[in-house]
């Protein structure tokens, strides 16, 4: 059974950085690949990105394509994802899942976890 643990949110400034971690369990990293995603009050769900199980190859969505970057450690399990020049629109609620990308578009495929929460204010 998958099952991720979500940490790193918090409180942060405009133009600040965070760095989120996402603990993978019931499965290894080049199995399953695993995304970001997103969700704030009144907003649609948005997959931020992705990074492809086989070679690590990593998708975006548009709106944090050159600020964001996830990356993985395969050896301890985790998925990070590093987010610079935040803006408050990128306020919401993170959560990791395993992913697939179809026409460019970021999509859950599994289960996730509570997630963690960013807000990005001043």
């Known amino acids: 059974q998958l099952r991720f643990v979500e940490s790193g949110g918090g409180l942060v400034q405009p133009g600040g950085s965070l760095r989120l971690s996402c603990a993978a369990s019931?499965?290894?990293?080049?199995?399953?690949?695993i995304g970001w995603f997103r969700q704030a009050p009144g907003k649609e769900h948005e997959g931020v990105s992705c990074i492809v199980r086989s070679d690590g190859t990593t998708y975006y969505a548009d709106s944090v394509k050159g600020r964001f970057t996830t990356s993985r450690d395969i050896a301890n399990d985790t998925v990070y994802l590093q987010m610079n020049s935040l803006k408050p629109d990128d306020t919401a609620l993170y959560y990791c899942?395993?992913?697939?990308?179809?026409?460019?578009?970021?999509?859950?495929?599994?289960?996730w976890g509570q997630g963690t929460q960013v807000t990005v204010s001043s």
């Open positions: 899942a395993a992913c697939i990308v179809t026409s460019s578009t970021i999509m859950s495929a599994s289960s």
């Open positions: 019931g499965f290894t990293l080049d199995y399953v690949s």
